[in-house]
């Protein structure tokens, strides 16, 4: 596609329920990030794949927090027994290679009630 | 720790003026700086990227780089309204494939 592409655009979910987050980087792009940006904050790293090499999941907050890619495809965030603290907008951005720029999607923008 | 630091502001400026934007960096390894705009409730926008020493000019835009000082700087030329966002510098390199991000510089341009 011509940029990157996420879906849900919003999610509102209850206290508790698992919610999956989609990321569809810029095609021939290898590197893959998710970011976490609370309302008024900046931008926390999240996790990082290149190509198919072992992600760096050295940023998620805890083990409620998984991300799985398959090779330089689709990307998805999954986060289980979501806590109000969740709430926030999740970004993901993808490069053609590593220390190259950066371009993000247009976020999901998650409520936990 | 890698950190980035920028001034948060506000950074007023008037209609038609300079606006400076300046961020540090931690790490002298890093090797790859990026700039992006963000307006409120969007996602950011890469709007310039520096690699080497000295300027980089893009329309308004420059980039500054300063390795030796550990300092990347943005002037927009002719503010205008439409600039008023938030900026957001970022270094990545190091050691590190991960850009890491400052807390970005609110920038107002004011009629």
């Known amino acids: 596609g011509a940029g990157v592409s996420q879906s849900p655009s919003n999610k509102v979910t209850e206290k508790g329920k698992d919610v999956e987050l989609r990321c569809d980087p810029i095609?021939?792009?290898?590197?893959l990030y998710w970011y976490r940006q609370r309302l008024g904050q900046g931008l926390e790293f999240l996790i990082y794949?290149?190509?198919?090499?072992?992600?760096?999941k050295s940023g998620l907050p805890s083990d409620r927090f998984s991300a799985e890619r398959t090779g330089e495809s689709v990307s998805t965030l999954t986060i289980q027994r979501t806590q109000q603290e969740d709430s926030a907008v999740y970004l993901c951005?993808?490069?053609?290679?590593?220390?190259?720029?950066?371009?993000f999607g247009q976020g999901t923008r998650l409520t936990v009630v | 720790q890698k950190e980035v630091e920028q001034n948060s502001g506000p950074l007023s400026v008037p209609e038609g003026a300079i606006a400076s934007l300046n961020c540090t960096y931690s790490d002298r390894g890093s090797q790859s700086f990026f700039w992006y705009r963000q307006y409120s409730g969007k996602s950011p926008e890469l709007i310039m990227f520096?690699?080497?020493?000295g300027d980089k000019e893009d329309g308004r835009f420059t980039a500054q780089l300063n390795k030796a000082s550990q300092y990347v700087s943005l002037l927009i030329r002719d503010s205008q309204p439409s600039d008023s966002a938030t900026y957001l510098c970022a270094a990545t390199g190091g050691g590190s494939y991960i850009p890491t991000f400052g807390r970005g510089t609110s920038l107002i341009v004011h009629p």
């Open positions: 520096i690699y080497s020493n």
């Open positions: 794949f290149q190509g198919n090499s072992a992600p760096d």
């Open positions: 951005a993808s490069s053609l290679e590593s220390f190259a720029e950066a371009f």
């Open positions: 095609s021939g792009h290898t590197a």
